[in-house]
Structure formats: structure tokens, C-alpha cells
């Protein structure tokens, strides 16, 4: 396995200089790729897709044994728990991390996408490049366009009845709003994949392979439950699973970039590569248990440099960016779990602090 040692070729002269130090990331790409950083960990992840996998499966034989008990209600957590699992899983193959062969990696996201959790993989794929091209970018970075919630007061302006009243409260709203999440990306799947817009963006034959494991997620997911468990069991542990599934996916994503630097046009332009992923993410400081919670998105600026760096190697990468952005002058954020939750609802507070004045 790769061992990361915190030595880089020095900056150029033009660092710190915005546009034309395009070779700020240079000797940080140039050092990482030397210490074998890049390299794909395919044992690791298959080990890792094999234990999801039959952990999956020791759940569905829990449910079918125990499912005439409300303590079948226990299971639900778990499932959502290894739900999660399964869309860390497919996150990192949409990015080419488990193999560098785009045919398997599609495969194995369409399985864990389309299949274990119901959601498009070619609306998640276009959504999240788009954000990882220019994140935190009002404009252009889907994850921060103004919707439910609103990530500037400029968004909240003029927001009325009951959206103004959700952008008022929004960060005491925010983790109970994340837990329709789970039915809301298979919501959003559906809608892309049968639109007529999916036509224009993927072929007819993988549009049919998308809609056929969408269909199949459904179908196979009620059956289970159907068929474990009586009908009023069956609508309660699915609430349960659901909601906790997008309680888990929002606890991974809320501290990755709210209450970070959000550029304009002109910053991310002048900023470059380095810069535009740096000072718009924050890391979740690492220890085994918080990595397994977060999926390595805690990892999140190593990430956002790297997207196809394997999961594994982050906290690697980790001491080379630092050492890296501290010789170039460049905030590296860093905080605890807890502290990380409070800064991104402090940012989402304070975007609503017009609009309560107002009220």
C-alpha cells in the first residue's frame, strides 16, 4: 500500500499569483502521482462491495425470519445504514476510484445506484461534475442553486409565504428536511431518466437499462416488504429505512462546503484549480470511525483535488495538500465533526437573517 510522505516539489515563482500559477497544482499532482497515490485499491473496494453485500443479504434473511414481529422494526437502521454504504459505493464509481475501466465502473454504479437504491446514475453523474467543476458557485454549481433551501441572502430576497418560512427557520429545518432525501433522489431519478430530456443526453439502450433497474429497485423493494411482513409493518419500516438512509446522506454531505467560500465568476476564474476546490471545501478531521460514517468524504479537499483518487488513499494525500497549501499561503479548513455541523447551520442562519427581520 502507498505510504505518503509529506515532500513536494516547491512552488514556482508565480504561485499565489491567481490565473497565471496554473502550476500551483502542479507539484502537488506531479508528487502525488510519484508516491502512487492514484493507483486503484480494487481489492480493497471488493472486499469492502463483498461485506455491504452480505450484510444486505443477512438483513433480508432477519426480515423474512422476523417479519410477523414489530421487532423486525430493529432491521431498518441497518438497512439504512448499508443503503448508505451502497451509495458511498456508487459515488466512488461514478468517479472512476474502484477501476479505470469505464465500462465496469458503470456497472458496478448502476448496480449500486439504479438497482440497491433506486436513483438515475446519469442524473447523479451530470449533477455532481457539475458541482465538482465549480463548487460552491451560485451559478453554476447545482448543489447551491436556490430550491428548498438557499445558500446566500441574495437567494433569500424576496422569498414569501411558505418558502419564505423555511428560509426563515432553515437551519433548525435543515437535518429533519434531509430525512425525505432517500425518496427525493429517487424522485429526481425517475423524473430525469423518463423525461424527454433523457433523450437528448443518453443513448436509447442505456436510457432502457437506467429505467429497467429503476423499475426493478421498486419492484423488488416492495415485494420484500410485502411479503416479509403485514401491511402496516411494511409502511413503517420503509418510513424508517428512508428517512434514516437521508438523515445518513445528509450528515455526509452537510459539512463538505456550506459556510465556505462562495465565488463569482471573476474569483473562480482568477483562483484556478487548486484554490476553486480548496477554499470552497472543509475536512471533518479523521479517525477510522469517522471515515467509515462519512464514506472518506470527510476527506473533502482531497477529494475535490483528486475525485478519482481511491477512497483509501485521501487521509494519504492528506498531509502532502496540507503541507502543500501552507507553503502557497492557502486556507486549508479543518474542523471536528460537531463543529462542522454548527458552522454550516451558522452559515444557513445567518442567509435567513433578512428575511426574519423583515418578518
Not at 457539475?130 to 446566500?152: C, E, Q, W, Y
Request: glycine letters at 8%; aromatic letters at 8%.
Amino acid at each position: 500500500m502507498p505510504q505518503a510522505t509529506a515532500t513536494l516539489a516547491p512552488p514556482t515563482p508565480d504561485a499565489g499569483r491567481g490565473r497565471s500559477a496554473g502550476s500551483e497544482f502542479a507539484p502537488l499532482l506531479r508528487t502525488v502521482k510519484e508516491q502512487g497515490l492514484l493507483e486503484r485499491r480494487t481489492g480493497w473496494y471488493a472486499r469492502g462491495i463483498t461485506v455491504n453485500l452480505l450484510g444486505l443479504a443477512a438483513v433480508i434473511t432477519g426480515m423474512a425470519l422476523i417479519g410477523g414481529s414489530w421487532w423486525v422494526l430493529l432491521l431498518a437502521p441497518l438497512l439504512a445504514v448499508l443503503s448508505t454504504r451502497s451509495a458511498f459505493f456508487g459515488h466512488d464509481a461514478g468517479h472512476s476510484q474502484i477501476t479505470g475501466d469505464r465500462r465496469k465502473s458503470r456497472i458496478i454504479q448502476l448496480i449500486h445506484a439504479n438497482l440497491l437504491l433506486g436513483m438515475s446514475q446519469e442524473w447523479w453523474n451530470d449533477k455532481h461534475n457539475r458541482h465538482h467543476a465549480n463548487p460552491n458557485h451560485t451559478d453554476k454549481d447545482p448543489d447551491v442553486a436556490a430550491d428548498i433551501l438557499v445558500f446566500t441572502q441574495r437567494q433569500a430576497k424576496g422569498r414569501t409565504g411558505f418558502r419564505g418560512l423555511l428560509t426563515r427557520h432553515q437551519a433548525w429545518l435543515f437535518f429533519p428536511l434531509t430525512t425525505l432525501e432517500g425518496i427525493a433522489l429517487k424522485i429526481y431519478g425517475f423524473q430525469a431518466v423518463f423525461s424527454k430530456e433523457a433523450g437528448a443526453r443518453q443513448s436509447r439502450r442505456a436510457r432502457a437499462t437506467e429505467g429497467l433497474l429503476l423499475l426493478a429497485h421498486v419492484v423488488a423493494y416492495a415485494t420484500l416488504l410485502l411479503t416479509t411482513m403485514p401491511l402496516g409493518h411494511a409502511v413503517v419500516f420503509a418510513l424508517i429505512h428512508q428517512m434514516l438512509l437521508g438523515l445518513h446522506l445528509g450528515m455526509a454531505f452537510a459539512p463538505n462546503h456550506k459556510g465556505m467560500e462562495m465565488p463569482d465568476e471573476k474569483s473562480a476564474e482568477r483562483w484556478g484549480h487548486l484554490r476553486r476546490q480548496v477554499l470552497t471545501s472543509r475536512n471533518v478531521r479523521g479517525n477510522p470511525v469517522t471515515d467509515w460514517f462519512l464514506g472518506g468524504l470527510n476527506y473533502q479537499i482531497e477529494h475535490h483535488l483528486f475525485p478519482s483518487m481511491p477512497r483509501p488513499h485521501l487521509r494519504l494525500a492528506q498531509p502532502l495538500v496540507r503541507a502543500h497549501c501552507r507553503s502557497l499561503g492557502v486556507a486549508y479548513t479543518e474542523t471536528g465533526l460537531v463543529e462542522s455541523y454548527r458552522q454550516a447551520l451558522t452559515h444557513m442562519h445567518e442567509v435567513g437573517e433578512p428575511l426574519r427581520a423583515d418578518a
